[in-house]
């Protein structure tokens, strides 16, 4: 049987749509438009160019969409009282802070900062414990994009063993909630792995799903996945290569050509998860702007 290759950007392109009507009918009932700001601190290219496509994908989609650039020395009260004026404006809905930064900045500080129902990415304590609790309101974007790549490829978690590597609160541990919640999308049997997990094969080899967030490139190889699995690659990794005009290519944290032989599908690196994760970040904002003027 064919491997599925599982494509991020067809699906994120439907969800946007989607939103963008939603969005349509929001505004002709309460005459306001939804709001997204992104706060850039630093020139990070990579960032940069993510933050860009944030802004663009919100205007697309009917919403305000707002980028704030500052420099990697703003000073950690300066970034807090520019937060404290998105979180009294009234065009603005949702909040993004574009992790990581600067160190001389406290990164809890600065979420925790952030009005909890303008948190679009879902990291203030209030709302990740709502998570935790399995009440969520908004779900960090990058997770939420995972559930809806599965639930719209048909690929039911319900019972089944999902091994995650890496336990950031960006990706990790909020996904190990969410898939493991009683609800559509969910009911899975989650493996928290990470850097201290003894057999990490061992576990990944009976995992009917694993979804690689770990940040090391090629780092899930064949051999530790069983067949017909469903691999879902979270990594975006940079490679020097001599072939490419930048100097550079992006990989996973999967060895796709290898692995793709063995599983019955995989996202791609790029075009799999990153596009899903705009798309979230988008239906946050909105889900945000509708709190707010309800």
Known sequence: METKIIDGKKISEEIKLEIANDTKSFQNKFLVKPGLAVVLVGNDPASSVYVRNKEKSAIDSGMRGKTINLPSTVSEQDLLNIIENLNLSNEIHGILVQLPLPSHISQEKIVEKINPIKDVDGLHPFNSGLL??????????????????????????DGKHVAILGRSNIVGRPLANLLSMKSNGGNATVSLCHSRTNNLKDITQMADIIVAAIGIPNFVTQEMVKENAVVIDVGINRVESSLHKRGYRLVGDVEFETVKLKCKAITPVPGGVGPMTIAMLLSNTLQAAKLQCA
């Open 132 to 157: 935790s609790a399995g009440t969520p309101r908004f779900i960090p974007a990058t997770p939420a994009g995972i559930r809806e790549l599965l639930i719209r490829s048909d690929f039911d978690t």
